[in-house]
Structures are given as C-alpha cells and as structure tokens.
C-alpha cells in the first residue's frame, strides 16, 4: 500500500499483468518511497536545528517576562497544530483502510457472528451463559416477533392515528403548542362529540397509498414462515430473565459500549440511585464504592481550588520546628457508611486526610453531623461533601498555617514528627505534579 502520488506515477507503464514487470514496479516504488521518507526526515531535522538555534538567541537576547509570554502562546498554538495533524493523520489512515479492504458482505450480515461482550453481572451468580447472550445483544437490540392480525392492526391504527394529526396540523396551521389545552381548561363543560378534521384530498390519497403499501408488506410477512431472530441459547436466555425480573435489576449505561448492571435486590434501591448520582458528578475516579459487606461503604475524593497565597504546614518536635509551604493541598476524603434504613437513618460520615489538623476535624464533623439533622430523611452525600470542600476552602485562607501535631491521622497510623511531615510534603508534590500534569501540555 503506497502514497497516491507514487501510484500515479507508475499507472502508465505497459505490461502491468506481466509478473516481471510488477515485481520490479514494486521495487522502483519501494525506493521512491524510502528515498521520500529520508528527504522528509532530512528536511525535518534541518528545521529543527534551525527552531533550537533561533530560540536560544531569542532567550538570549530577549527579556525574561516578555521570553514567558512568547513560549506560553507559542505551546498554545503547538498543542492546536499538533491536534490538526492528528486529525489530518486519523482521517488519512481511516481512508487507507477502508481502500484496503476488500468489497464483501459487511460483518453484521453473517448469521454466525458472535457479538462481543457488552454487559457486566455485579453482586450475582445466577447468570448463565444464556442469560449472558441476551444480554450482549445490547439494548438497541428488537426482538421479532410473529405477525399476526393483531400486527397488522396496530400498524393500521399507527398510520390512522398519524392521518388525524396530519389532518389536524394542516388545517389549523402553525399554533401555540398549549392553545388546545388552555381552550379546554377554561370551558365549564367539555364537548361531547369527537371532532374529526376535515378530509384533504391531497393527503387522503396519499395516505390511502401508504396504507395499501404497509398492509401488503405485512401480509406478505405474515405468510411467511416464522423465523426468530433469537437463537436456541439466546431463547432459552430471554425466558430466564423474564422469569427473574422481581430478582434483578438491568440499567444501560450511556457509554460506547453499553454495560448492563445486573444486581440483587441486597442495597436498596434509592441508595444505588444516589451513588450513580454522586458517580456522575463526580467522576468515577474520584469515588470509590465498596458492597462487599452487608451496608454500603466508600469514599469520596473532594479535590480542592489552588490557593491564592501560600499555605504553611509544620509539625514541632520538641523546640524544634519543621514546615513547607504549598499553594494545592490534597483532596479530602469524605468516607460515609449508609445503614439498610437510609436516608430515613443517618449515615456515619467522616474525613480521612494526612495534613489536616485535630481542631479542623472536630470543626468538620460538627459540620457534618448539623447538615444530617437538618435533612434527615434525604439524601446528605452530596450536600455533605460540597460542606466539606466548602468549610477547608475558606478557613485555609483564613488560617494560613495548619498544625499537623497529633492529628487524626497521625493517631490512626502511628506516624509523627518529620515523618508525618516528610509524608504530607511527598504527598502535596505528588498531586501537584498530578494537576500539572493534567493541565499543562509540553511544546515539542
């Protein structure tokens, strides 16, 4: 498979069948091709000699401020020129491949297919292997099913019903969407009689037509041979899940492969809503869920704003002081622990974080324990974890330095002094180099 403007070149030449002629056509292309790939290499290779040379005399002679502001719109329109060719690229390889291909049936006509797997069984094991082809089959998947009288009927009552609204549109014209609704309301007594609209003879004929036509085809369908679209195993499947559907629970997620989750009725039902809630919201990264045990447990990962001023954290051993200042501290971990009976019962909600302090801890959950008294019987989490963000957002400007000495979770691990320092400071370093990371881009 060779460029476009190698294969033009050599369309022309006689005796393309001969097998000597195509074997040397082959080689004389080979080398076009490697000598265009070097020419290429060369002169990219020269330009950016020319690129390194130009920006060390440009750093050299310009000024730092005005140096910074150059290079940073200089990544900027990098990053777009490197996203355009990647476009360009994507778009060229898929035409190359769909060139290559060879012209046959296309894979979802083979009746032998087998479709991947598209669904995911979570807290059950009486899912079987027919149960499971069913569900690969995927949600946009319609089961046929025989035609009958009643088919018919149905598809008769669809074209009447679409006539009357056809009918009805014309002969009104472009109205208020709620006027009809709004007329009937305001009289005392509604009519008695069905109005029907007025027969248009250039839509009835038409509309006869399409009735005819739909008719016939059904008809034709319905003397047929019944063939289901199902095979033996996704039968036998189908029946099952109908005969379990008290004991399971499918959703269909919006993803490009759809994931079923087929779960037991263990969690109820309002509080795996809320979760999915929370999941969306935050991003599954950042939300972590455990129904392992009897209750439902987890964590959520609240990330904070970067801090306008510098933050000072420090530790004392003995008269001796240890600090480091940070500008983006760490998430905070919002654990939570949800009962049978929730939200009518409270949930166990607390905070799990390596830099903050004793006194902020007992702050937050007095905050905490006021938000699930004020909405007992709703759900808190959310609401819970915007109070957490909310209360460090706004006393890490206030405070300007945060006492690690004897915290949480310096008590929960047995860590103290520089240690405790030491795995604060690691930690703040290692999520900004997380966010730089995520927000910054390198110019090639």
């Given amino acids: 498979m060779f460029p476009n403007f190698i294969e033009k070149r050599f369309s022309s030449l006689p005796y393309q069948r001969n097998q000597g002629v195509q074997c040397g056509i082959a080689k004389l292309k080979t080398a076009l091709l490697e000598a265009a790939i070097a020419d290429r290499r060369r002169r990219r290779r020269q330009c950016i000699l020319t690129i390194v040379h130009t920006k060390l005399l440009l750093q050299s002679q310009l000024d730092p401020t005005a140096w910074r502001n150059m290079s940073s719109h200089n990544q ?3 990053k ?20 290559s291909q060879p012209q046959g049936r296309p894979t979802f006509m083979r009746m032998n297919a087998i479709p991947p797997k598209r669904h995911t069984v979570i807290g059950t094991n009486e899912i079987d292997n027919d149960m499971a082809a069913v569900l690969n089959l995927g949600p946009s998947f319609a089961i046929s099913r025989k035609v009958t009288n009643a088919t018919i009927d149905e598809a008769l009552c669809g074209i009447h ?30 009519s008695r009689a069905i109005r029907l609209p007025d027969s248009i003879p250039s839509v009835d004929s038409k509309i006869a037509t399409l009735e005819l036509a739909v008719q016939r085809i059904y008809q034709n369908e319905a003397a047929q041979k019944y063939r289901s679209n199902l095979t033996l195993s996704e039968r036998r499947g189908f029946k099952k899940l109908i005969s379990m559907k ?8 919006k993803s490009p492969d759809f994931v079923y989750e ?8 309002w509080q795996e809503e809320e979760l999915e809630a929370v999941v969306s919201f935050f991003g599954e990264q950042y939300v972590a869920v455990d129904r392992s045990g009897d209750l439902l447990r987890g964590r959520i990962s609240i990330e ?3 801090s306008s001023t510098a933050i000072l954290l420090y530790v004392t051993n003995g008269e001796e002081r240890k600090s480091f200042n940070t500008k983006q501290l760490p998430p905070v971990q919002l654990i939570f622990q949800l009962p049978k009976e929730y939200p009518d ?3 166990e909600l607390r905070v799990d974080c390596v830099w903050i302090s004793k006194d902020w801890t007992e702050k937050i959950q007095k905050e905490l324990s006021r938000v699930v008294t004020e909405n007992s019987g709703f759900p808190v989490l959310f609401i819970a974890s915007q109070e957490v963000k909310d209360f460090v957002q706004n006393h890490q400007q206030e405070a300007g330095e945060i006492c690690l000495d004897d915290n949480p979770y310096s008590c929960a691990h047995d860590i103290r002094g520089s240690a405790l320092l030491d795995l604060s400071l690691r ?10 990371a995520e927000r910054c881009h390198d110019c090639e």
Avoid: W
Wanted: hydrophobic letters at 30%; glycine letters at 2%.
């Fill in 345 to 347: 019962a409270q949930p």
């Fill in 80 to 99: 777009r020129l490197r996203y355009q060719e990647k476009c360009r690229l994507e778009k060229k390889l898929k035409k190359l491949r769909e060139r």
């Fill in 76 to 78: 900027i329109i990098c």
């Fill in 246 to 253: 008290d004991k399971l629970r499918l959703s269909a997620l």
């Fill in 304 to 306: 904070l704003e970067e």
């Fill in 262 to 269: 087929c779960m037991t009725n263990s969690f109820p039902l």
């Fill in 161 to 190: 019903h679409f006539a009357h609204r056809l009918r009805s549109r014309i002969q009104r014209g472009p109205t208020v969407l709620d006027r009809e609704s709004t007329l009937l309301c305001s009289m005392p007594f509604p």
């Fill in 427 to 436: 930690t703040c370093r290692e999520y900004d180099e997380k966010v730089f």
